[in-house]
């Protein structure tokens, strides 16, 4: 354990940009072969428009970073926060911290999106995607991501987490986003193995279905056990959901930048919420029979 602490406290840069890129590249390259859904799509045109929001939103976070390695370190040295208050072992200010850190830097931060009105105006940028693949993990506005920012700020502060352990929770963090935007489903029995601690492309898809209910549930993105404490975890089969969101069905509004660059500050526009059939602009998918499919 103190080996992990070691490598995560003083992790290169380099590292950390594997650790995104070599994300991407894996996602990538197994949903291009196992795709829960062939899209009728121009992938590297598609992945062209996310990776130039996480380009911002690398951008946005290494600006800020200085906030984060300042509230870190100042709690550790104040004592302050839960991890100060309490002793335990290496191995169990882990757990405790990702959970913590989790919940309050990505659960709560995504509810929170969904629930206050000017916050979902940057957040609806991502739910924009209607091809939802691991790209779209990092499909983010430069607003959202310093709303996101705060969160985690805030999470860390709570927490008293060290660096060592904000790094870790940042790694996973990413890790865990491609996994469960990826264009690919597990196997019923894997999911259901998984799905009880770990976030998978199975529950996270259908918080990207277009409408309500659905986009409100599922928030989580490393664990899921706060959407089943918290009451907002939903199911829904990959084959009947259909990707985007019903306030934003044009495709100049959601797959150009400069008009995606524009749409927080857009009037609000009221969610319509499940009708019998999608309007024309919203096309139903094909599952196809992949590998992982076949063994469900």
Avoid at 212 to 237: C, K, M, V
Wanted: proline share 5%.
């Amino acid at each position: 354990m103190e080996r992990l602490v070691q490598y995560f406290e003083h992790i290169p840069s380099a590292h950390r940009s594997l650790i995104l890129v070599g994300g991407i590249a894996f996602f990538w390259l197994l949903e291009s072969i196992v795709p829960l859904i062939r899209f009728d799509y121009h992938k590297p045109k598609h992945a062209g428009i996310n990776l130039f929001f996480t380009a911002t939103t690398i951008l946005v976070n290494f600006s800020l970073a200085f906030i984060l390695v300042k509230t870190s370190d100042w709690t550790v040295a104040s004592h302050v926060g839960l991890l100060q208050w309490v002793a335990m072992p290496l191995w169990a200010q882990a757990v405790v911290g990702l959970l913590l850190l989790d919940l309050i830097g990505a659960w709560l931060a995504h509810w929170t999106e969904h629930h206050v009105k000017w916050m979902w105006q940057f957040h609806v940028v991502h739910h924009s995607d209607h091809y939802v693949d691991t790209t779209t993990a990092n499909r983010h506005h430069p607003g959202e991501s310093v709303i996101r920012f705060l969160f985690t700020t805030l999470a860390v502060l709570i927490v008293g987490a060290p660096m060592w352990l904000v790094f870790l929770y940042q790694a996973l963090s990413v890790i865990l986003s491609q996994f469960n935007h990826a264009n690919i489903e597990l196997p019923r029995w894997a999911d259901r193995a998984v799905n009880w601690l770990i976030v998978t492309p199975n529950m996270h898809h259908v918080h990207h279905h277009y409408v309500l209910p659905y986009s409100n549930t599922n928030y989580g993105n490393i664990f899921s056990i706060w959407d089943r404490l918290f009451q907002t975890h939903a199911e829904r089969a990959g084959k009947d959901l259909i990707y985007g969101v019903d306030t934003h069905p044009d495709a100049h509004e959601h797959s150009h930048i400069g008009s995606i660059l524009k749409v927080p500050f857009q009037p609000y526009r009221q969610p319509v919420g499940e009708p019998g059939t999608p309007p024309g602009n919203y096309v139903r998918q094909t599952s196809t029979l992949s590998g992982m499919e076949q063994s469900k």
